[in-house]
């Protein structure tokens, strides 16, 4: 079982930034990937980004330019940089990790923190 945790949400202005962290109650070195998807009101729950173990990190298409995510694997903590925020950037967002094995794939998710961008 992982537990994962998320801060930094908060509200903010368009054009404004904003960090999240996703910290986890494992070592992540074991997560095959860790990412953040958002949810707004309404709409279905879709990727904002992601890190496979490699290293390598695949953005949605409306956040690239933008958005940048990154670890830190003494911390177990997963960021989300979040820059140039525009309304349409408010949703919730939940941290995600995926867990790969022979037996099987294990998906977990964060509880959420809000994001509103708003003047």
């Known amino acids: 079982q992982v537990h994962l945790v998320e801060s930094g949400g908060g509200l903010v202005q368009p054009g404004g930034s904003l960090r999240l962290s996703c910290e986890a109650s494992r070592s992540i070195v074991s997560m095959n990937t860790m990412g953040w998807y958002r949810q707004a009101p309404g709409k279905e729950r879709e990727l904002v980004a992601r890190?496979?173990?490699?290293?390598?990190?695949n953005y949605g298409e409306s956040v690239k330019g933008r958005f940048a995510i990154s670890r830190d694997n003494a911390k177990n903590t997963v960021y989300l940089q979040m820059n140039s925020l525009e309304p349409e950037d408010t949703a919730v967002y939940y941290c995600?990790?995926?867990?790969?094995?022979?037996?099987?794939?294990?998906?977990?998710w964060g509880q959420g923190t809000q994001v509103t961008v708003s003047s």
């Open positions: 890190i496979i173990s490699g290293g390598i990190a």
């Open positions: 995600n990790a995926v867990v790969l094995r022979p037996i099987g794939t294990w998906t977990y």
